[in-house]
């Protein structure tokens, strides 16, 4: 399918904006500055301008007219601007461009939840603090002052900032680790210390220990929010006596991220469901399949116990991202079916334990989708059955299975049904926490008290344990001593003589 979008990236904005396209298959180009741009993206889905990928890659600045060059040469319909804020030339280079060729565009801006800014928030920020609305009229203030200066406004504005007396002295430069960050500082004077290469955003401390070693009395930022490190520069500088200087956020119109990804997925991303199970419950257990899927997922729907564990696989796999995905804690399958279609054009998981095949809820989940018309594909997990079995070195084919999980049948009933088998090894899934007990009892009236009896609580997890007996002796235990409702039984049948 041939990209009909055109991202202006260079921003987290940007990179989540193409991550989604990549996840949710939706054809993109990624515009980006430059090489250490593209290495910023760096994920295995994407590749640099090469047929055949879902996002591609386009490295290097463009002119107007370059712009509405490409816009045109690959019939781009859609432009999403989510240059940074302060990078002014570029946006009105992208508005224009579209303007010619008819193109739609979107402007992408880092609102008050993007920014973690608000009015309140804002004004507190601004007290004891010095605000300019252009580099220009910073570095004019910077002029009439002495004193060391850490600069964390990038490299793009050196220029106005070397034309400060003595700048070559004065000023410590944070900029990116990349070529062009490098080669900028040097073309206007700053060698050596005065050159801090790194890639942000920081935290307080970081920020206290630049300012300490370079003895800077001012720090110049961008009032660049949340995701440029905004608020612990200014905390920094507030604990090291060190005065902000800020160049303030320009103000134009646009969008949110969230609604930014709302707009794509409607337009372009048809509905995905996918039934899949979580396995045992430890995310070590869960299938690559699976993870991914969860990744993926916009909505996740399960017991809350499988909402638990997605949680967890997101905490794990992708850490210190923001997790916007939606989580609902249902598994009645009317329920579930209305949250599907209110989720239009999302990708839709749902969770249940185990591996779908075994007295799994999934079987009811599928039946009213396949009903209902409801496209949708199945990823099955692991057992806690095969867990527990390759614990006892157990054949499964020499086993009988049942489950007493959402049953009121009688465990005499349970095991009558399990010795007509003609088997003499039994698998079963627990409900209650009264359920050993009560079938310790029935093998014990039936003359197999001295069965071999397993129980596997919590199975994968930190709070896992495996409990070997024999069903006579189960019977004896106090009456206090219950087993976890997430138990797997095994029975290995031994007739006393």
Not at 112 to 139: I, V, Y
Not at 221 to 230: F, I, L, R, W
Not at 370 to 392: D, F, Q, R
């Amino acid at each position: 399918m041939r990209p009909e979008i055109l991202i202006f990236g260079g921003t987290t904005e940007g990179r989540e904006i193409a991550e989604f396209c990549s996840q949710h298959g939706i054809p993109a180009f990624v515009s980006v500055f430059s090489g250490y741009g593209a290495d910023m993206i760096g994920t295995e889905e994407w590749s640099l301008d090469t047929a055949g990928t879902m996002v591609r890659v386009l490295v290097g600045p463009m002119d107007r007219e370059e712009i509405r060059a490409l816009l045109k040469e690959k019939e781009i319909r859609l432009v999403i601007d989510a240059t940074h804020p302060y990078a002014k030339n570029v946006s009105e280079n992208i508005r224009a461009a579209a303007a010619e060729i008819s193109a739609e565009l979107v402007r992408v801006l880092r609102d008050a939840e993007e920014s973690g800014e608000t009015e309140d928030q804002d004004e507190k920020c601004r007290r004891g603090n010095m605000f300019f609305e252009t580099p220009e009229d910073a570095a004019a203030y910077l002029a009439g002052t002495e004193g060391k200066i850490l600069l964390t406004t990038g490299s793009r504005a050196l220029a106005v900032f070397a034309a400060i007396p003595n700048s070559s002295e004065r000023i410590y430069a944070r900029v990116l680790p990349s070529e062009e960050g490098i080669r900028a500082c040097q073309e206007n004077g700053l060698r050596g210390k005065h050159i801090i290469a790194m890639q942000g955003p920081f935290s307080v401390e970081m920020n206290k220990a630049l300012l300490h070693q370079t003895g800077a009395e001012y720090l110049v930022t961008k009032e660049s929010g949340k995701n440029g490190g905004y608020r612990e520069k200014l905390a920094a500088a507030k604990a090291c006596g060190a005065q902000s200087v800020i160049i303030g956020r320009p103000k134009e119109a646009g969008i949110g991220l969230a609604q930014c990804l709302e707009l794509l997925r409607k337009r372009y991303s048809g509905q995905s469901v996918v039934i899949a199970g979580i396995g045992p419950g430890n995310t070590d257990h869960m299938t690559a399949a699976v993870i991914g899927t969860i990744l993926a997922s916009d909505r996740i729907i399960g017991a809350a116990r499988m909402i638990d564990c997605a949680r967890e696989a997101v905490r794990r796999f992708e850490p210190g991202k923001t997790d916007r995905r939606d989580y609902i804690a249902e598994y009645r399958p009317a329920e579930v079916l209305r949250m599907i279609r209110e989720a239009a054009g999302q990708n839709v998981l749902l969770l249940f334990s185990g591996s779908l095949a075994f007295h799994s809820g999934a079987c009811a989940c599928e039946a009213l989708l396949a009903e209902n018309g409801i496209p949708y594909s199945v990823l099955p997990g692991i057992s806690s059955v095969t867990y527990l079995a390759s614990y006892m070195g157990l054949e499964l084919a020499d086993a009988a299975f049942a489950s007493m999980h959402g049953t009121s049948q009688p465990a005499e009933e349970m095991l009558e049904s399990l010795l007509a088998s003609g088997k003499e090894h039994f698998c079963i899934l627990s409900g209650t926490g009264d359920d050993v007990r009560n079938l310790a009892e029935a093998l014990t009236r039936r003359g197999y008290g001295t069965s071999r009896v397993i129980i596997g609580e919590n199975l994968s997890m930190r709070e896992e344990n495996i409990t070997e007996s024999t069903a006579e002796e189960l019977c004896h235990k106090p009456e206090k001593v219950r087993f976890s409702t997430l138990s797997v039984i095994a029975v290995s049948l031994n007739k006393a003589q």
